[in-house]
Nanobody, 124 residues
Framework: QVQVDESGGGLAQAGGSLRLSCAASGGTFSRYTMGWFRQAPGKERDFVAAHTWYGGRTYYADSVKGRFTISRDSAKNTVYLQMNSLKPEDTAVYYC?????????????????WGQGTQVTVSS
């Protein structure tokens, strides 16, 4: 069973950058697809980005495409979310998640393992 733990959230100004990290343990990291989701107050949890274990493919929500980059360091069992050109609407709790599917899913119910979340706040 995989455990994931996010870090790196905080406060940023609009146009700034933050990098989130997600450390995984307890499983075979190389065989897990990793995803990032976010949830703003009063809203549903939305897909942000994913990195598949099979083929190393990356996928992004339209709202972050071109601004966010998901990457993976297998030696450190860690996945990152580099967030550039931040906007106030990026403010949310960001969650790291994992599943064992070889393909990509953007729906949260396809991810079995979740972190506790890290707050990202972007001021205008």
């Amino acid at each position: 069973q995989v455990q994931v733990d996010e870090s790196g959230g905080g406060l940023a100004q609009a146009g700034g950058s933050l990098r989130l990290s997600c450390a995984a343990s307890g499983g075979t990291f190389s065989r897990y697809t990793m995803g990032w989701f976010r949830q703003a107050p009063g809203k549903e949890r939305d897909f942000v980005a994913a990195h598949t274990w099979y083929g190393g493919r990356t996928y992004y929500a339209d709202s972050v495409k071109g601004r966010f980059t998901i990457s993976r360091d297998s030696a450190k069992n860690t996945v990152y979310l580099q967030m550039n050109s931040l906007k106030p609407e990026d403010t949310a709790v960001y969650y790291c998640a994992a599943n064992s599917y070889a393909t990509y899913y953007s729906t949260s119910n396809k991810y079995a393992y979740w972190g506790q979340g890290t707050q990202v706040t972007v001021s205008s």
